[in-house]
């Protein structure tokens, strides 16, 4: 009788680990995802802004590297100002060509019908 209780009582054991295990792999955070953060993006759900979202917030996060690396004296403030220059002129870039802010059927031709 104090066998089964004892394996009872090993098996209950198990299983609470196997649960715990389980609640931490869901809330252990990949390597990428703590990284490079990202938030959820509530605008108007076209591609493009999808895109021009995930950039913005790559630019974000970048800048802050930057900045961090500058403030501890890793890089200096010209090569700083230099990357994030560099950075702003990527998502210009970006934001040119996915026509970001542009209306899609809006007609320049001053000739009309």
Not at 5 to 34: C, G, H, P, W
Not at 56 to 70: G, K
Not at 85 to 91: G, I, P, T
Request: glycine share 6%; charged share 25%.
């Amino acid at each position: 009788m104090e066998d089964t209780a004892e394996a009872f009582a090993t098996v209950r054991y198990q299983q609470n680990i196997y649960r715990l295990v389980k609640y931490m792999e869901k809330k252990i955070v990949s390597k990428e995802d703590f990284l490079y953060p990202r938030g959820p993006y509530y605008g108007h759900v076209k591609p493009e802004n999808l895109v021009f979202n995930a950039n913005l917030q790559e630019f974000a996060q970048r800048i802050s590297y930057i900045c961090n690396l500058e403030t501890g004296g890793k890089i200096s403030p010209e090569e700083a100002y230099e990357q994030i220059k560099l950075l702003w002129k990527q998502l210009k870039h970006s934001k040119k060509e996915l026509k970001i802010g542009q209306e899609p059927f809006q007609n320049n031709d001053s000739g009309g019908s």
